[in-house]
């Protein structure tokens, strides 16, 4: 069986740093892209940012760019995404996703991690 696990989510205070894993089981870990996205209450889910399997490029909504940073462990076959100065409007229920491409839209993932909540915060 395919599964996705996030963890890591939990109650941060703004400005502060929480790193998100997404370990991975049951299928071909390295022929996947390992996107990111993540739903707020009332608003649509949207994607953070991906890690492509092709060549290892990384993409980031505008939002979370420079201050959020993907990377993959192969060893291990987890994905983190390290979030850095947080703000409230980060809060939000995140998930990780496999696919075979890189695109912020959440059609065409084959696979979905039940996700895991973040809070920013006082």
């Known amino acids: 069986e395919a599964q996705l696990v996030e963890s890591g989510g939990g109650l941060v205070q703004p400005g502060g740093s929480l790193r998100l894993s997404c370990a991975a089981s049951?299928?071909?870990?390295?022929?996947?892209?390992i996107g990111w996205f993540r739903q707020a209450p009332g608003k649509e889910r949207e994607g953070v940012s991906c890690?492509?399997?092709?060549?290892?490029?990384?993409y980031y909504a505008d939002s979370v760019k420079g201050r959020f940073t993907i990377s993959r462990d192969n060893a291990e076959d987890t994905v983190h995404l390290q979030m850095n100065n947080l703000s409230p409007g980060d809060t939000a229920v995140y998930y990780c996703?496999?696919?075979?491409?890189?695109?912020?839209?959440?059609?065409?993932?084959?696979?979905w991690g039940k996700g895991t909540l973040v809070t920013v915060s006082s």
């Open positions: 890690l492509s399997t092709s060549d290892g490029s990384t």
């Open positions: 049951g299928f071909t870990f390295d022929d996947y892209s």
């Open positions: 996703a496999a696919r075979a491409y890189c695109s912020w839209s959440t059609y065409g993932v084959n696979y």
